[in-house]
């Protein structure tokens, strides 16, 4: 039997994909899966260790410390955040990640893991994510970013890219949705440009109304940060951007190719100059966004069958 181990049983997107794709499996010892964002689990239940699979998702080490710069190394609850990762990592037997060069940045940090590790994709859920016939209006072409307004995304290129995209006379329509930690210095930020044909009003949106909005957008934008962490996942608005069928830009990185393919996704450097150059390249050809769109999606429902396989086999020979 499959049982779920977590701090607060919140309604994750990962923890949802996650249940959808164990409820069906039939096993006759128990099995247990840790949910992301629960490490101090691991401790509590750790005499069950060869019997749960970890779903590390994310260093909360490196997430502090490198990726949103909250600490620094030298603080006391940097160290026990290291701790808490390196104990969950070294001694975990199952171990899920998102992508393999994160897996791998994660052995770097901590150490060479002995055990056995599947790599599960962040993924959309399809319930709540998917597609709607959509004409694109080639006058006003519309754009959307969301986010929590962490360094991981690069806002900042986004907002100086869509302002030489103004500068230019470049006809487009464009929407941030999203707050956080950098939000002020990004507000600041996108009063100084005077953008007028940009939305960023600061406010949080339920899931499925953001859904909608997606499907009434033509393009959306993934991440252009400059971290180890941007460089080494596939975020969850990529997946979910893809599983409704929309047009995604992202920076280039190399984590891409483990999933998506050339064509399926438009990427770009993590400049403001190269997301414009994208960005009204696609404008003046729309044909090429319902092309990426139908790619992306196609893409997407490959990787969701094939993980939703791949992972029932990964659990049954546990």
Partial sequence: MIKY???????YSRVNIIKEFTKDIN??????????????????????KDRIINDFFISNYDTYV???K?????NPRAWWKYFQDWFNFRYSKYLLSDTMVHFKYWERLFGKFKGKH???????????????EKTIDKENVKILFYGSFIPLHGIDVILKAF?????NNINFEATIIGKGQIYPVMKELY?????????????FIEEKQLSEIIRQNDIVLGIFGNSEKARSVIPNKVYQSTASKKCTVTMNSEVLTEF???????TCDNTPESLFNTLVELIINTDNIEQISTNGYEQFNFIYDKTKKDFEQFIKEI
């Fill in 5 to 11: 181990l977590f701090r607060h049983n919140k309604n």
């Fill in 66 to 68: 490198y990726d949103r």
């Fill in 191 to 203: 009063t100084s440009l005077n953008l007028k044909n940009v939305t960023m009003d600061g406010e």
């Fill in 27 to 48: 096993i006759e010892k128990d099995i247990y899966i840790l949910m992301p964002f629960s490490k101090n689990q691991f401790f509590k239940n750790f005499l069950k």
């Fill in 163 to 167: 302002s030489l995209m103004e500068k």
């Fill in 70 to 74: 909250k600490i620094t190394n030298k």
């Fill in 118 to 132: 599947f790599v599960l994709p962040v993924l959309a859920d399809t319930n709540i994510y998917y597609p709607i």
């Fill in 260 to 266: 998506y393919n050339d064509g399926d996704l438009v």
